[in-house]
């Protein structure tokens, strides 16, 4: 009987080792590329007996009630387990509730559309200078992130397997600038001149004047001839994320929000006449025309947020974004000399569509739980913007035009990041 009785409690302990071996746990996947938690439930059982808190052990059970000895079911194992799963969070890496990041940028441009600014005087063929010898410079900027998960499992789809949560975007360049610079004395005209038809015929000199004066005495047979460009970029995004929580390598996070991007640029052409330099004379001898576009872009966009992580430490992680926007664009034409006299002064606006899409990829090194670095690199594509190059006039008499904005160019931004991310 002995014998019996040993081997029946044997058998019902191997049976139900499976039972007692399921955990609730799970892998960290983060908008911080850092996928390397361990299992913050091993060792919970989902089997075993919960002292039911509506009668004590000593109290016999009411009609309709288990035994209080009574080991749970199945399904209520389940529900201990999810229960337990989401009280325990407090101390686990499922409720890092707070994660950002604050990265440095060093991005540039594609190269603008060259508009023809100057030829070798009386010799139209030999063009010497355009707008894209004044191509900005790389710059640097920074970028700050900010998010918290709203809860571990009360709006996810079960126990630790999703959550949701927001994040804020911000991200900045400091001015890209660019310069070019072309003399006459560098050909054997000696001087330089505008391709720009000057020519008015409201005018008394038959030219566009600047108070009073003849433009051509600025802009045709020139000492020199000069090109500034400086281009700003800022961005904010409010994005809703739903990050999948999983044991593999692979981990996805999906976002959906608002973002507000803006580009400006600045593009002054000027020119000194011959025998003068810039500077002399109070700028009385040089004349500008400075053209600044502003492009405004706020709507709606989508993304996913993609990690592998190769080894314990090391991982990758790419994230494509894309949306379509309102582009509310303004810009402003101003033709003027150099001690103040006023061409004219044109404003512009409009309101179009544009396509914005993004993609930052690169790789990740945690260096523990909470902190972790990466490095990538990112592009910027964005269809349907002004330009200020594409506002240049080619007669400079054109104000009607210069009251409507073109808002068929595009722009690329592209360049490296690197920071550091963490999550408490």
Same mark, same amino acid.
């Not at 908008?31 to 000593?58: E, H, K, M, V």
């Given at each position: ?264 640029? %600045? ?31 706020? %709507? ?114 592209? %360049? ?9």
């Amino acid at each position: 009987m002995r014998i019996k009785f040993s081997l029946s409690l044997a058998l019902i302990l191997l049976t139900s080792a499976p039972a007692m071996a399921q955990v609730c746990t799970f892998s960290q996947a983060s908008l911080l590329p850092n996928n390397n938690a361990p299992n913050y439930w091993a060792g919970y059982s989902n089997t075993q007996t919960a002292q039911r808190a509506s009668y004590a052990p000593d109290q016999p059970a009411q009609p309709g009630q288990a035994p209080a000895d009574a080991p749970i079911t199945t399904d209520e194992a389940a529900g201990v387990a999810d229960s337990s799963c989401l009280d325990g969070c407090q101390d686990s890496l499922c409720c890092d509730k707070w994660f950002g990041s604050l990265a440095g940028l060093v991005l540039g441009r594609d190269n603008p559309n060259p508009f023809w600014t100057t030829y070798e005087s009386n010799n139209n063929p030999n063009q010497v200078m355009n707008t894209e010898d004044a191509k900005a410079d790389w710059n640097g900027g920074a970028e700050i992130r900010l998010g918290r998960w709203f809860d571990c499992g009360v709006l996810s789809s079960g126990c630790c397997d999703a959550r949701n949560g927001m994040e804020v975007v911000y991200f900045f360049v400091t001015p890209m600038n660019g310069f070019a610079s072309v003399s006459g004395d560098q050909f054997a005209a000696g001087t330089v001149s505008t391709t720009i038809d000057l020519q008015d015929p409201t005018t008394g000199s038959g030219n566009v004047e600047i108070g009073g004066t003849d433009s051509a005495f600025y802009f045709d047979g020139a000492a020199q001839q000069r090109i500034w460009r400086k281009d700003e970029v800022q961005n904010i995004e409010l994005n809703f994320i739903r990050q999948r929580l999983s044991s593999g390598a692979a981990d996805v996070t999906w976002l959906a929000g608002i973002r507000y991007f803006r580009f400006n640029e %600045g593009l002054i052409y000027g020119s000194v006449a011959d025998g003068f330099e810039f500077g002399d004379n109070g700028g009385a001898d040089e004349a500008y025309l400075n053209i600044h576009s502003t492009n405004d872009l706020l %709507g709606p966009q989508i993304g996913v947020r993609l990690d592998y992580q190769l080894w314990r430490s090391l991982g990758l992680y790419a994230t494509p974004k894309m949306g379509i926007f309102a582009n509310r664009v303004s810009t402003r034409s101003h033709l003027y000399s150099g001690d103040g006299l006023e061409g004219y002064d044109i404003h512009g606006q409009s309101t179009d569509f544009s396509f914005l899409a993004q993609i930052d990829a690169g790789v990740t090194y945690a260096i523990n739980n909470n902190w972790s670095l990466f490095m990538g690199y990112r592009v910027i594509a964005v269809s349907g913007v002004t330009l200020s190059d594409n506002q240049i006039p080619h007669y400079m008499a054109a104000t009607d035009e210069l009251a409507v904005p073109d808002t068929n160019g595009d722009l690329i931004l592209h %360049g490296g990041m690197a920071g550091l991310e963490f999550r408490f």
